[in-house]
């Protein structure tokens, strides 16, 4: 067994109690976890601070002086607590602690020397630092005290003991345990290549750093090493399902393709998506089952792309499924593509959660006789009762509300897999589509089709309410329809429908003279159907809605967008909304309306959707914003669950981590060349992974 496997309760300090809080609390089963527990931040012992220097803004920092007038005030809560004055030659500054007062009172003498550390802060315009850690010592004792790791921990592993301090003690205990170097995992020849340091060096300056310079070095390796294992093993991957998944060939597209295009095709198709439906028809043809996800923003055209594909399998003999994530989609895609499919003489069908019994009958029978050419739907046709007669390409639509599962559900469909093609309007930023879905080809739309005006966006405080409701008449007058979006999640869903009822009121007593629709997830599916109908026909004005309108949505006739409290969405929620209008030729408008006091977040978000029409560059702001663990769709992957790396940050590292990875598969696809055993091990290494470890107990 290798060493580092050895269960942590046998590390030299970890008594059963501390062993329990690894693993429940830390997730440290083995002494490779504990090594791999890397500090999320470092403190600057070397340097100390003037009291001068001292800014309430500033992190953890370092002062020395002398205490003086030590006072113990009485009082209920936070009005108990004891203060103390420290100074410096350049001024002073107050202490104060609200817990272990009579403890710490007996232990703080006054006109002695200390050293302080802890976070200034301001409280009532005067700098102070509330439980700071002070040590009694002397200047030389100081210098060895250094770049200090911390670690995170949780409230009940504090409790029992393991605070950053001791999960330090005991990392550097297991440091010193294991004097042989660590075994490297990265190839001689890359390691040359990058300069970079050698794992062992890494792995004992990362929790004991010499130097910032050194501690850089150190973390620069192990974010490299851990982004290019994920790399390497999604590109590995999907190497092997290119090599073992013989795909489908679509050779012909003289049937149905030739004659859509040349008698049927509603518009003509923007230059990017002509080259999306060359990159799919390549795919297509190359005798490997094709996997790839299509980008394109919101309105940029990837239904009819989908269609073309579609296309493509008929005309071979196959059948073809467009899945959507909720049944208002699924229903429109339907209208949508039989409008476009008039004349065509192809048999597509609907198929829901609400597809009547009689009816799913005929259905069924006709997917299993192959008379069924597409079959369009929600989850529902991931069922084990919807047999294909030969499926031979999956679509996926907003792939985001999908999980890994489900796509894996539509693989096996057939014995032999159908291609898939996965498209998604949420613009994922580059990097992170790399890390969540580096398995997949990527295509993107970035052309909207011509003619469409750029939306323009406005942010409106709650008092201006009459100058929203000036521009809403306005364009009702032109003939145009609005929707007006409110927020609902689960945490407050009570007080949100409440808002979402009152607003309805409220909007059909501003405006009788117009129709008013709602639509919510509390209605049946029928009765939504029935609403988005009235909508769409033109027959009510205003709809009024939670976020269900959000997904795929096309009413092109729909100019104006109003999101109610919209400080509550996130930014690529708010770019989805908005991409409900401008769907026509008409100018388009989308009204934030928020609060006055708005956070410095929200702040920030109401001002790049003002700014910005650019989904791409709004994913960007987002993933800053918020962190990558919150974007949509990457909640499931675990793929986030990064140790060191961090995708905003160390966005140049991934890529350099990413192309190193796609070289060595370039030169040696099945990694068997002698100088990439290394790499061969390292990912089986992964494979088998935290769940052995887990078991250890
Ligand atoms: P999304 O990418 O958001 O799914 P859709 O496929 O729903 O976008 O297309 C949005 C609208 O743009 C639809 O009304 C569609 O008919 C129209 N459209 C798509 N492609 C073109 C094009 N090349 N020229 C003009 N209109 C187009
Ligand atoms: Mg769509």
């Not at 046709?381 to 679509?395: D, P, R, T, Y």
């Not at 027959?539 to 269900?548: D, L, N």
Request: hydrophobic share 40%.
């Amino acid at each position: 067994m290798n060493p580092l496997d050895t269960p942590i309760a046998y590390l030299k300090g970890v008594g059963p109690k501390k062993a329990e809080l690894f693993q429940s609390e830390l997730e440290v089963f083995c002494f490779a976890d504990l090594l791999t527990y890397f500090p999320f931040r470092y403190v600057d012992r070397t340097k100390i601070y003037s009291i001068a220097e001292i800014q309430p803004d500033m992190p953890y920092v370092q002062i020395k002086g002398i205490i003086s007038k030590i006072e113990i005030m009485e009082g209920k809560g936070r009005n108990n607590r004891m203060r103390a004055i420290l100074s410096d030659d350049t001024g002073s500054i107050e202490l104060v602690w609200f817990t272990g007062i009579k403890w710490l009172k007996s232990l703080i003498k006054p006109q002695t020397e200390y050293i302080v550390f802890g976070k200034p802060t301001e409280f009532n315009r005067r700098l102070n630092i509330a439980h700071p850690e002070m040590e009694h010592l002397q200047p030389n004792e100081i210098k060895e005290m250094g770049l200090q790791p911390v670690y995170n921990s949780t409230e009940k592993a504090k409790h029992g003991g393991l605070d950053s301090k001791t999960i330090g003690k005991l990392i550097r205990e297991l440091l010193e345990q294991h004097p042989a170097a660590f075994a490297e995992t990265l190839p001689n020849e890359w390691i040359q290549k990058l300069g970079l340091i050698s794992r062992n060096q890494a792995l004992r300056h990362i929790h004991n750093p010499p130097q910032w310079n050194e501690l850089q070095k150190a973390q620069f390796r192990l974010k490299f090493e851990e982004l290019f294992y994920i790399q390497l093993k999604l590109l590995n991957q999907l190497g092997i399902r290119k090599r073992q998944n013989p795909g489908f060939i679509f050779e012909h597209i003289d049937g149905h393709f030739h004659k859509f295009y040349h008698e049927h095709l509603p518009f003509p198709l923007t230059n990017a998506q002509k080259n999306v439906i060359r990159d799919i028809r390549q795919d297509v043809r190359s005798g490997k089952q094709m996997n790839r996800l299509l980008q394109g923003d919101v309105g940029s055209g990837k239904t009819i792309v989908a269609l073309f594909a579609m296309l493509m399998a008929i005309d071979n003999g196959f059948q073809a499924t467009l899945l959507a994530p909720t049944e208002i989609l699924a229903t429109q895609h339907f209208h949508n593509l039989s409008d476009m499919l008039q004349g065509m003489q192809l048999n597509m069908r609907l198929l829901t959660g609400s597809t009547r019994k009689s009816e799913r009958k005929s259905l069924f029978a006709e997917l299993i006789d192959g008379s069924l050419n597409i079959l369009i739907g929600t989850h529902a046709i991931l069922e084990e009762s919807v047999v294909f007669h030969n499926l031979g390409l999956a679509v996926i639509d907003e792939q985001h509300r999908f999980g890994v599962s489900q796509r894996a559900r539509i693989w096996q469909k057939n014995k032999q897999s159908p291609h898939i093609l996965v498209m998604t309007a949420t613009p994922i930023p580059r990097t992170l589509a790399m890390t969540l879905y580096g398995d997949l080809d990527v295509s993107v739309i970035d052309e909207l089709p011509p003619g469409r005006k750029p939306i323009q966006t406005i942010h409106r405080f709650e008092i201006s309410r009459q100058k929203v409701f000036d521009l809403l008449i306005d364009e009702i007058q032109k003939g145009r329809q609005a929707y007006i979006v409110y927020p609902l999640i689960e945490e407050s869903e009570k007080v949100d429908y409440k808002n979402l009822f009152d607003g309805f009121e409220q909007i059909k007593a501003a405006f009788p003279q117009y129709q008013v629709s709602i639509l919510h997830g509390r209605m049946t599916p029928d009765a939504k159907d029935f609403e988005m109908a009235r909508f769409l026909k033109g027959e009510t004005q205003i709809m009024v809605a939670t976020t269900v309108i959000e997904v795929g949505v096309n009413v092109p006739n729909a100019s104006v967008m109003i999101i109610e409290s919209a400080e509550r969405f996130g930014l690529s929620q708010l770019h989805q909304l908005r991409g409900r209008v401008g769907r026509g030729a008409e100018q388009s408008y989308c009204i934030l309306v928020t609060p006055y006091k708005l956070s410095e977040e929200g702040r920030k978000r109401m001002e790049t959707m003002v700014r910005t029409n650019d989904g791409f560059e709004i994913a960007e702001v987002d993933l800053q914003l918020r962190g990558p663990g919150d974007m949509d769709g990457t909640r499931q992957s675990g793929l986030i669950n990064l140790k060191i790396a961090d995708i905003v940050k160390d966005q140049k590292i991934l890529s350099l981590a990413r192309n190193s990875a796609q070289l060595i598969l370039d030169n040696d696809p099945e990694l068997s060349q002698p100088q990439n055993n290394i790499l061969l091990a390292t990912l089986h290494q992964m494979n088998k992974g935290k769940s052995n470890w887990a078991n250890i107990s």
